[in-house]
């Protein structure tokens, strides 16, 4: 069994757009890592040891067409 990745904290620079596009490359890594596309930002969160910043008030993370973006609550 292959040990599980490190966490993989995706800092907060302030600019969103920046962090969406880290969030998505973690996601990418993790469908090549795993063949396989998370239902839910949920269970990806729970299976890749990704660690995102808060999302804005309002609103949260969500996978659409294989990236990470943000929707409203």
Not at 1 to 22: H, W
Not at 23 to 45: G, Q
């Amino acid at each position: 069994m292959a040990p599980a990745p490190a966490s993989v904290v995706v800092p907060d620079t302030g600019d969103m757009n920046a962090t969406l596009g880290q969030l998505s490359l973690e996601l990418r890594k993790y469908v090549v890592r795993t063949r396989s596309i998370p239902k839910t930002f949920e269970e990806f969160l729970a299976k890749s040891n990704v660690q995102p910043p808060p999302a804005p008030a309002g609103k949260k993370y969500a996978i659409q067409d294989q990236v990470i973006v943000l929707v409203k609550k």
